[in-house]
């Protein structure tokens, strides 16, 4: 088993290494060239590379998987909108009244705010978007439809008209409320929004993999456990280059061919 990175490297420098050979070689034979008669005027053999290519059968052992560095579990300005939309389905109307609609949407964006850290920190997906909800449906009857006054007035001066406007009201008020429960509001917004969270996907660092190289290794591995890898290696030899200075002194320098 080897690293996948590290066995790659040795792999180039192993090219290295067979060009390092090869020079040598040419060095040796551009030596016996200049000794001999008639071989001191042909050119000097040498081999160049241009590139090679390996194609690398690797069956992979391990990957190692890290947490995302910026893992973003929800568009809190596209969550809130949906959020909003749903309240208003669920009150079947377009829109709230303007005081009621600035209240939800601060409601909803400190909720939302709240949401997102919590599955940052690693809470369960499901249960932190349950609670959301649960306590977005408790503060939206909150605000959307106020509690009863069950004090009535005593005053002989009431009109029949204002006690038959507030009757209404009540009345009005009270089928909102009996109509509108808190659990149906809450399974409703949790199943609008539950697309709509991300969850946290580990990544694979693939070049700190381990990987199986040994043929007679190779040859057990199951065929969805291989990895084909083609690999092409470009040469850009260096070469040193002496330059001399106005005040006849040289230096040199290593520059690419």
Known sequence: MANLQDYLGTLVASVNQARVLADIESANIAEQYAQHRLLKHFSIPRMKMQNVEFTIPVAIDHVETTEPRDYQPIDNKDFVSKAYDELTNVYQVRSFDRTSSLQLRKMLYMEADLLETRLKAGENIQVALQQFSDKVSGQALEIKTPSLSTSTSTSASASASTLAGATSKKAKAA??????????????????????VKAKEMQRN??????????SRLREQKTENMVFIKMTVLEESME???IENEDGTSRSTLSPE
């Open 206 to 215: 693939i070049e700190n993999a381990n990987v199986i190289v040994e043929a």
């Open 240 to 242: 040193w280059h002496t």
């Open 175 to 196: 089928k909102e409320a009996t109509t509108i429960s808190r659990d149906a509001m809450s399974q409703k917004i949790l199943t609008r929004l539950q697309p709509e």
